[in-house]
T-cell receptor, first 112, second 115 residues
Framework: QKEVEQDPGPLSVPEGAIVSLNCTYSNSAFQYFMWYRQYSRKGPELLMYTYSSGNKEDGRFTAQVDKSSKYISLFIRDSQPSDSATYLCAMSAHSSASKIIFGSGTRLSIRP | SAVISQKPSRDICQRGTSLTIQCQVDSQVTMMFWYRQQPGQSLTLIATANQGSEATYESGFVIDKFPISRPNLTFSTLTVSNMSPEDSSIYLC????????????FGQGTRLTVV
């Protein structure tokens, strides 16, 4: 079993829809949770960063962490075609970027 | 955040040859990382490069195959040696932003095809 599981998609939704992206994990020691967005032929860019449980909101993006269920989510409101990308969840038990475990990514397409 | 420039952005190489990938950061950073990203798979850490010391390799990766240099706090290179088609992948440079931070920033990647 992988430490981090992420549905690869692809996920296709119409413009304006609410998108829900999810990851599950098995290591209860994870306490740092991140979402990266990766456009085609580009490197991943850090989108959201959460420490421990709870919600974090940034514009149209909301990250949720449920440590009791070992489940994290990224919600995108009012989705735009420019949101079309691969979204990778990532997490770590340590305060060091050398210990980050990445999901395999979900490919998202927003239809105009 | 750091601005990371990676060269080349892509290359097609003959098997048996070597390719050196360069990573330049616009700020001094302690830790730099090299990742491999294969289609449909998660990012896999190859090694951590610290200035002034040998790189630390992850399980499954060895220095003879992936030699790394880190001559200063803003630059690193990764060489993919004696390439085979299985080495075809995207190679990414990353830096840790801030000390003891899980915030990692990435270059745009090098798309390598070995024929």
């Amino acid at each position: 079993q992988k430490e981090v599981e992420q549905d690869p998609g692809p996920l296709s939704v119409p413009e304006g829809a609410i998108v829900s992206l999810n990851c599950t994990y098995s290591n209860s020691a994870f306490q740092y949770f991140m979402w990266y967005r990766q456009y085609s032929r580009k490197g991943p860019e850090l989108l959201m960063y959460t420490y421990s449980s709870g919600n974090k909101e940034d514009g149209r993006f909301t990250a949720q962490v449920d440590k009791s269920s070992k489940y994290i989510s990224l919600f995108i409101r009012d989705s735009q075609p420019s949101d079309s990308a691969t979204y990778l969840c990532a997490m770590s038990a340590h305060s060091s970027a050398s210990k980050i475990i990445f999901g395999s990514g979900t490919r998202l397409s927003i239809r105009p | 955040s750091a601005v990371i420039s990676q060269k080349p952005s892509r290359d097609i190489c003959q098997r048996g040859t070597s390719l050196t990938i360069q990573c330049q950061v616009d700020s001094q950073v302690t830790m730099m990382f090299w990742y491999r990203q294969q289609p449909g798979q998660s990012l896999t850490l190859i090694a951590t490069a610290n200035q002034g010391s040998e790189a630390t390799y992850e399980s499954g990766f060895v220095i003879d195959k992936f030699p790394i240099s880190r001559p200063n706090l803003t630059f690193s290179t990764l060489t993919v040696s004696n390439m085979s088609p299985e080495d075809s992948s995207i190679y990414l440079c990353s830096v840790e932003w801030g000390h003891l931070s899980t915030e990692a920033f990435f270059g745009q990647g090098t798309r390598l095809t070995v024929v």
